[in-house]
Every structure is written in structure tokens, then in C-alpha cells.
């Protein structure tokens, strides 16, 4: 009777994903109108020179010119040059990516974009992939797979509907659901253990997504961290841009609560299957304390990720003399503290969720 509850539960939450789904599908209108104002697509080229001459604005500073070949677009085969100061890093051989522009006059100039990075980078997916399917093999391979539709939703789904100003926390729940089904049942199979931690994921998703709202809204933050912010604001009609703030915590709180609810289920079955005399109790207490050494580990490791990825930022605010406090409150480190701290809430709520849950199936 539990497990056939379970069921249904997932099955309703399936369907209420669906539902969200179809009413939050971007509409496919661009509400820019077309033109974003971000400048032209990057033209790939490779340098082949790289001079020091006198600057052309200044003949007494130095600059490089560098020579390159566009290597992409219309204009492949064609040569061109810019000039670049002399702390310039682009020597003969590189990839780089190139703006052009054509001045009043016809003339046509070029800008350093970014160097190519597609090489290594593929590198790395490959050794990535390798490693994930030697020692996962099957499961690995639906790991991989997983991680493939969540890319999947985001790009075509999270952010269109986020663009098309629908309602930021809903669209976040519902692309954290449909990467939660299809990543567990994938990697996991679809046994009762799946169902257990699907279920407990939802539950911990939940409770971080309404802690989320209530501190965001508590802490009257704005959203505008940054200047990629006050740039949406321009191009995008009706974009909630705290809105944005509360999805990213709720998708970002997603990797980690179903690492740990698959664990805590996975640990609650291992220890039925040496001693299958165990009742719940007996079973929660031991997978417990797994989950304590769980949770000590991967919350120190949430805060450090978080901490890594504002360090620019932290070491700033350090140079400038500002207090501990001060800096603290500013929304742009602020935000980056309650996302740590509610992720954390979730992650330590869906320890006993997910404990007691798959106990009391084993022993039901």
C-alpha cells in the first residue's frame, strides 16, 4: 500500500510538471524585438603576425599589431590587423575570435573578442565522459545522459521562459522537476529506491524554495548584482529580475539534494539487505548518522564553491578596507551568503526526509 502511494505521488508530481510545462513554455517572441544592441557575432581567425610598432593615436607608445586570417564567416581567407597595447598575451599561431565593424567611411576594423578555447575544453568533456563511464559503466552512461537534458532544459526551456518574464520561482520549480525525473530514473533505474529519493528531493526542493522567497523578500534585495543585470533589464520587457535571484537558488540547490538523497537511500538499503531483521528505527538511526558525516563534508564544500566563485570580489572588498559587516550586507555578497544558507537548510532537511522515508518502505 506505501509503495503503491509513492507511485502515486511521483505520478502526480508528473503530471503537475507537465502542466507547468505546457502553461510556462516560452512563447518564442523575442522581447528584445530582434536586436539585443550586444554587437555582431565573434569571427574565429588565427593570428599569423605579431609586430611592435609605434601606436597609430600616439607615435611615441608602443603597441602590437597583429596580423591574423579570419578563418570563419563570410569573409574566410581575408586578412586583416588590429592593434593591441604591448601587455598583449596573442602571439603567432593562436586562435582568437575577432568584432568587426565598418566605420562611416567604408573602412573596416577589428577587435580582440576572446581566444578559441574549443580544443581544450572538448579535452576535457572527453576526459570527463571517460571517467564518468569507466567507473559508472551503465549507470555513468545514464549519469551522462542526465546531465545532457538538463543542459537540454535549461537552454531551451529555463531561460526562454525566464525571458519571457513568467513567473521566475515556477519556471525554476518546474525545469528542477523534469531534470530530477529524468536524471534519477536515468542514472538510478526506476525501482522504489528512485521513487524514495525523487520524492525526498521534491520535499527539500520545496522547503528551499519557500525559505528562499521569504529571506530574498526579507532582505529586500533587488537582483541587480552586476552589470549583465541592468543589461537584461534593457533588453527584456517584464523581466523579474529578483525573480531570477530565487530560481537560481532553487536550481542550484538541486545538484547537491539529489546527491544526498540518492545516497541516504542507497545506505538505508545496503543496511536492510546485511540485516534484514531491522525495523525502522533501527534503520534510521545508523543511516543517520551516515548522513551526518554526509552533510559535514558537503556543506563546508557548498560555502567553499560559493566562496571560490566571489573571490575576485572578496579580495576587492579586503583591498578597499571595508568591515567585515559591511561587506557582508552589500546585496552582491549578501545574495551569494543566503544562497550558501539555504541551500545548506535544504540539504540538512532532506538528510532525515530521505532516511526515515526509505525506512519506513523497507519495513512497510
Same mark, same amino acid.
Given at each position: 500500500?506505501?509503495?503503491?502511494?509513492?507511485?502515486?505521488? =511521483?505520478?502526480?508530481? *508528473?503530471?503537475?510538471?507537465?502542466? *507547468?510545462?505546457?502553461?510556462?513554455?516560452?512563447?518564442?517572441? %523575442?522581447? @528584445?524585438?530582434?536586436?539585443?544592441?550586444? *554587437?555582431?557575432?565573434?569571427?574565429?581567425?588565427?593570428?599569423?603576425? =605579431?609586430?611592435?610598432?609605434?601606436? @597609430?593615436?600616439?607615435?611615441?607608445?608602443?603597441?602590437?599589431?597583429?596580423?591574423?586570417? /579570419?578563418?570563419?564567416?563570410?569573409?574566410?581567407?581575408?586578412?586583416?590587423?588590429?592593434?593591441?597595447?604591448?601587455? &598583449?598575451?596573442?602571439?603567432?599561431?593562436?586562435?582568437?575570435?575577432?568584432?568587426?565593424?565598418?566605420?562611416?567611411?567604408?573602412?573596416?576594423?577589428?577587435?580582440?573578442? +576572446?581566444?578559441?578555447?574549443?580544443?581544450?575544453?572538448?579535452?576535457?568533456?572527453? /576526459?570527463?565522459?571517460?571517467?564518468?563511464?569507466?567507473?559508472?559503466?551503465?549507470?555513468?552512461?545514464?549519469?551522462?545522459?542526465?546531465?545532457?537534458?538538463?543542459?537540454?532544459?535549461?537552454?531551451?526551456?529555463?531561460?526562454? @521562459?525566464?525571458?519571457?518574464?513568467?513567473?521566475?520561482?515556477?519556471?525554476?520549480?518546474?525545469?528542477?522537476?523534469?531534470?530530477?525525473?529524468?536524471?534519477?530514473?536515468?542514472?538510478?533505474?526506476?525501482?522504489?529506491?528512485?521513487?524514495?529519493?525523487?520524492?525526498?528531493?521534491?520535499?527539500?526542493?520545496?522547503?528551499?524554495?519557500?525559505?528562499?522567497?521569504?529571506?530574498?523578500?526579507?532582505?529586500?534585495?533587488?537582483?541587480?548584482?552586476?552589470?549583465?543585470?541592468?543589461?537584461?533589464?534593457?533588453?527584456? %520587457?517584464?523581466?523579474? =529580475?529578483?525573480?531570477?535571484?530565487?530560481?537560481?537558488?532553487?536550481?542550484? &540547490?538541486?545538484?547537491?539534494?539529489?546527491?544526498?538523497?540518492?545516497?541516504?537511500?542507497?545506505?538505508?538499503?545496503?543496511?536492510?539487505?546485511? %540485516?534484514?531483521?531491522?525495523?525502522?528505527?533501527?534503520?534510521?538511526?545508523?543511516?543517520?548518522?551516515?548522513?551526518?558525516?554526509?552533510?559535514?563534508?558537503?556543506?563546508?564544500?557548498?560555502?567553499?564553491?560559493?566562496?571560490?566563485?566571489?573571490?575576485?570580489?572578496?579580495? /576587492?572588498?579586503?583591498? @578597499?578596507?571595508?568591515?567585515?559587516?559591511?561587506?557582508?550586507?552589500? +546585496?552582491?555578497?549578501?545574495?551569494?551568503?543566503?544562497?550558501?544558507?539555504?541551500?545548506?537548510?535544504?540539504?540538512?532537511?532532506?538528510?532525515?526526509? &530521505?532516511?526515515?522515508?526509505?525506512?519506513?518502505?523497507?519495513?512497510?
Amino acid at each position: 500500500m506505501l509503495r503503491r502511494n509513492l507511485w502515486i505521488a =511521483v505520478i502526480a508530481c *508528473g503530471v503537475i510538471t507537465v502542466v *507547468g510545462l505546457l502553461v510556462l513554455w516560452p512563447s518564442g517572441d %523575442d522581447p @528584445s524585438g530582434g536586436d539585443l544592441g550586444l *554587437g555582431v557575432d565573434p569571427i574565429a581567425a588565427q593570428v599569423i603576425t =605579431v609586430d611592435v610598432v609605434p601606436c @597609430s593615436y600616439d607615435a611615441l607608445l608602443g603597441c602590437r599589431l597583429v596580423g591574423f586570417e /579570419l578563418t570563419s564567416g563570410d569573409d574566410e581567407g581575408e586578412l586583416g590587423a588590429m592593434e593591441l597595447g604591448l601587455d &598583449s598575451r596573442l602571439s603567432e599561431g593562436d586562435g582568437i575570435y575577432v568584432l568587426t565593424f565598418d566605420q562611416v567611411d567604408g573602412q573596416r576594423t577589428y577587435t580582440f573578442y +576572446e581566444f578559441q578555447r574549443g580544443t581544450p575544453m572538448l579535452l576535457l568533456l572527453l /576526459l570527463f565522459c571517460a571517467a564518468v563511464l569507466t567507473l559508472g559503466r551503465w549507470r555513468g552512461l545514464g549519469a551522462l545522459a542526465g546531465l545532457a537534458v538538463s543542459l537540454v532544459v535549461i537552454v531551451f526551456f529555463t531561460l526562454p @521562459s525566464l525571458l519571457d518574464g513568467n513567473n521566475a520561482v515556477a519556471v525554476a520549480l518546474v525545469s528542477a522537476s523534469i531534470i530530477a525525473f529524468v536524471a534519477l530514473f536515468l542514472a538510478h533505474g526506476f525501482g522504489i529506491a528512485t521513487v524514495v529519493a525523487l520524492l525526498s528531493t521534491f520535499a527539500s526542493l520545496l522547503l528551499t524554495a519557500i525559505l528562499a522567497w521569504i529571506f530574498v523578500v526579507f532582505s529586500k534585495f533587488t537582483g541587480f548584482n552586476d552589470d549583465a543585470t541592468f543589461m537584461l533589464v534593457g533588453i527584456a %520587457d517584464g523581466l523579474d =529580475v529578483r525573480g531570477i535571484v530565487l530560481a537560481g537558488i532553487v536550481i542550484g &540547490s538541486l545538484g547537491v539534494l539529489d546527491d544526498v538523497t540518492v545516497t541516504q537511500v542507497s545506505a538505508v538499503w545496503e543496511l536492510k539487505r546485511a %540485516d534484514p531483521t531491522l525495523g525502522t528505527s533501527e534503520l534510521f538511526m545508523p543511516a543517520l548518522r551516515i548522513g551526518r558525516d554526509h552533510i559535514s563534508s558537503t556543506v563546508n564544500t557548498l560555502f567553499l564553491a560559493y566562496a571560490g566563485a566571489a573571490l575576485p570580489l572578496l579580495l /576587492l572588498f579586503t583591498e @578597499s578596507a571595508q568591515s567585515l559587516s559591511s561587506v557582508a550586507t552589500r +546585496e552582491v555578497v549578501a545574495t551569494e551568503i543566503v544562497r550558501a544558507l539555504v541551500g545548506s537548510i535544504g540539504l540538512v532537511a532532506s538528510v532525515p526526509i &530521505s532516511t526515515w522515508l526509505a525506512a519506513r518502505v523497507l519495513t512497510r
